[in-house]
T-cell receptor, first 113, second 115 residues
Framework: GNSVTQMEGPVTLSEEAFLTINCTYT??????LFWYVQYPGEGLQLLLK?????DKGSNKGFEATYRKETTSFHLEKGSVQVSDSAVYFC????????????FGRGTSLIVHP | EAGVTQFPSHSVIEKGQTVTLRCDPI?????LYWYRRVMGKEIKFLLH????????ESGMPNNRFLAERTGGTYSTLKVQPAELEDSGVYFC?????????????FGEGSRLTVL
């Protein structure tokens, strides 16, 4: 079946540090890939997505590239801010079938001033 | 435009009691999903409505869970009787279209604590 594996957190960084949160997936066919973010006290919201191999999703300084050969969709940001502190969820939606999104366990990011 | 709203935000009940969670999706969104996240683990799919019909309820853990969406608007998820392992955060999400590229819009979640 479909699954998403994320690196365990929390990830603790100083402001302006480089961020990478790893995400790999298992799915039949070629799914669409997503990163959602949950800020404290809020619901999940879409951060970025990529719908086919080699696509790069980007938003708010975050980027992730859909790598079919390594079945990965790692999230990166060149310089994190305190306001980026949140829980980040990697997710996939399979093409065909029920399209039910599958989520990872989430990675907590804590950014210190 | 109002987002997805969930009620209550937090519920504390004793084992054996009943709890009903409510979700109001974004107006016009036919697709409504329920998910659950147990502490630190992945967000797990429970079920999917298209309007008032259950499209997929393969993630419902057992028959103590009952979901309804009368009239295709808001949805309720009842847990009866609640067990300790039902504790977690229950998320509701809605979307306008099906398909694999669409975005889900989430509520803030209902945290359930079963003592």
């Amino acid at each position: 079946g479909n699954s998403v594996t994320q690196m365990e957190g929390p990830v603790t960084l100083s402001e302006e540090a480089f961020l990478t949160i790893n995400c790999t997936y298992t799915a039949t066919g070629y799914p669409s890939l997503f990163w959602y973010v949950q800020y404290p006290g809020e619901g999940l919201q879409l951060l970025l997505k990529a719908t086919k191999a080699d696509d790069k999703g980007s938003n708010k300084g975050f980027e992730a590239t859909y790598r079919k050969e390594t079945t990965s969709f790692h999230l990166e940001k060149g310089s994190v801010q305190v306001s980026d502190s949140a829980v980040y969820f990697c997710a996939l939606r399979r093409k065909g079938g029920s399209y039910i999104p599958t989520f990872g366990r989430g990675t907590s990011l804590i950014v210190h001033p | 435009e109002a987002g997805v709203t969930q009620f209550p935000s937090h519920s504390v009940i004793e084992k054996g009691q009943t709890v009903t969670l409510r979700c109001d999706p974004i107006s016009g969104h036919d697709n409504l999903y329920w998910y659950r996240r147990v502490m630190g683990k992945e967000i797990k799919f429970l079920l999917h409505f298209v309007k008032e019909s259950k499209q997929d309820e393969s993630g419902m853990p057992n028959n103590r869970f009952l979901a309804e969406r009368t009239g295709g608007t808001y949805s309720t998820l009842k847990v009866q009787p609640a067990e300790l392992e039902d504790s977690g955060v229950y998320f509701c999400a809605s979307s306008q279209v099906q398909g694999n590229t669409g975005e889900l819009f989430f509520g803030e979640g209902s945290r359930l604590t079963v003592l």
